[in-house]
């Protein structure tokens, strides 16, 4: 299949993304207005311009809403909160649905990125909002119940677990236990994970770790190969990037390399990720072979990282890549 025909039939394909969902406020500040307040003798900082994008677990979203997946939903949560509501409206701006987004007393977890007017550059410390403590019991089971109620109804199911705490973020033990009864009900099902740091822990599901994660996980458990790693999660496929090395596919018995496409000079590799992970995760749900996958989740991140910020692939610009690298 070649990556026009993979696009195609992205159309038809619906996904769910699950996980950390976070608001991006980018907040642009004058310089010029720095003044002392009356109140504290402190500098303020004057902040001119707003723009929201949703991240984390969003950024899957909008990557899978880009290239024309026929339906795109988040499961998560987001605080009852005006952070909440600009990221709702981040997500819908970008064609994701927020039906599954539950509503908490939780905070949204907001990242605000302080850019200088004058230079462009992030020149100040970040002003991040970050919930206090571990996903309370209630949310885990509704997000657990949600899952369960909703996964029938996606042809693919994109975890995002981001969390880089002992204590887990969105996906916790009992929502893995969900993603593996749903495997084992629909095993044509693709349930994609990206976990930074607990790949080893889910089970029947592909897992797509980078390679730092990938040895991680491995050392974590006692592992020396990825295909061991494979093997406890008891899935046949596992797709682990290399950076500008592209993915390293295990599929069955067969290892075998998917390039990444030559970029001289990425303006931002963040998000690199999860391109490769929309891209990748479509087209195995549109029916394409493990390989001509890998193939697309490098097209997808060869044009993300040649923009700023966590930036998204239209079909055209993935077919653009594909013909400059032919
Ligand atoms: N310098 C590069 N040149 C070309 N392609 C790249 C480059 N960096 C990343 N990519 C593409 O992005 C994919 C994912 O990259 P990487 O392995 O760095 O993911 P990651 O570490 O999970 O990224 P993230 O920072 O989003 O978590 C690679 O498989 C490749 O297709
Ligand atoms: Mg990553």
Same mark, same amino acid.
């Not at 003044?35 to 001119?48: F, Q």
């Given at each position: 299949m070649t990556p026009a025909d993979v696009l195609r039939r992205i159309e038809s394909v619906s996904a769910l993304v699950v996980g950390d969902v976070c608001l991006d406020r980018w907040c642009v500040y004058?310089?010029?207005?720095?003044?002392?307040?009356?109140?504290?003798?402190?500098?303020?900082?004057?902040?001119?311009?707003?723009?929201?994008?949703a991240g984390a677990a969003g950024t899957v979203a909008n990557n899978l809403a880009a290239l024309g997946a026929r339906r795109v939903s988040v499961l998560g949560f987001g605080g009852d909160d005006g952070h909440g509501l600009e990221l709702r409206r981040a997500l819908e701006r970008a064609r994701v649905s927020t039906e599954h987004l539950i509503a908490t007393e939780?905070?949204?977890?907001?990242?605000?990125?302080?850019?200088?007017?004058?230079?462009?550059?992030? $020149?100040?410390?970040?002003?991040?909002?970050?919930?206090?403590?571990?996903?309370?019991?209630?949310?885990e089971r509704m997000l657990a119940n949600r899952l369960r109620e909703t996964a029938a109804g996606f042809d693919a199911i994109l975890v995002s677990d981001q969390a880089e705490t002992e204590t887990e973020g969105t996906i916790t033990a009992s929502i893995r236990r969900v993603l593996e009864e749903i495997a084992q009900r629909h095993p044509d099902?693709?349930?994609?994970? $990206?976990?930074?740091?607990?790949?080893?822990?889910?089970?029947?599901?592909?897992?797509?770790?980078?390679?730092?994660?990938?040895?991680?996980?491995?050392?974590?458990?006692?592992?020396? $190969?990825?295909?061991?790693?494979?093997?406890?999660?008891?899935?046949?496929?596992?797709?682990?990037?290399?950076?500008?090395?592209?993915?390293?596919?295990?599929?069955?018995?067969?290892?075998?390399?998917?390039?990444?496409?030559?970029?001289?000079?990425?303006?931002?590799?963040?998000?690199?990720?999860?391109?490769?992970?929309?891209?990748?995760?479509?087209?195995?749900a549109a029916g394409a072979s493990a390989l001509e996958s890998a193939r697309m989740g490098n097209l997808v991140a060869s044009v993300t990282i040649r923009k700023k910020g966590t930036g998204t692939a239209s079909p055209d610009e993935v077919l653009g890549a594909d013909r400059d690298d032919c």
């Open positions: 004058d310089p010029d207005l720095t003044e002392p307040s009356r109140e504290t003798g402190l500098p303020r900082t004057a902040v001119v311009r707003t723009e929201t994008t939780t905070p949204t977890f907001t990242y605000t990125k302080l850019l200088n007017a004058k230079t462009g550059a992030e $020149d100040l410390g970040r002003v991040d909002f970050l919930p206090a403590s571990a996903l309370p019991a209630e949310l099902k693709v349930i994609w994970v $990206d976990s930074r740091m607990r790949s080893e822990k889910f089970r029947r599901v592909i897992v797509k770790p980078n390679e730092r994660e990938a040895s991680e996980a491995c050392r974590r458990i006692g592992l020396t $190969d990825f295909r061991a790693l494979r093997d406890v999660i008891s899935h046949p496929l596992m797709m682990v990037t290399h950076a500008d090395r592209g993915a390293l596919v295990l599929d069955g018995e067969r290892e075998v390399w998917a390039p990444a496409l030559r970029v001289p000079n990425p303006v931002d590799i963040c998000g690199a990720g999860d391109s490769f992970s929309a891209g990748a995760a479509l087209a195995l």
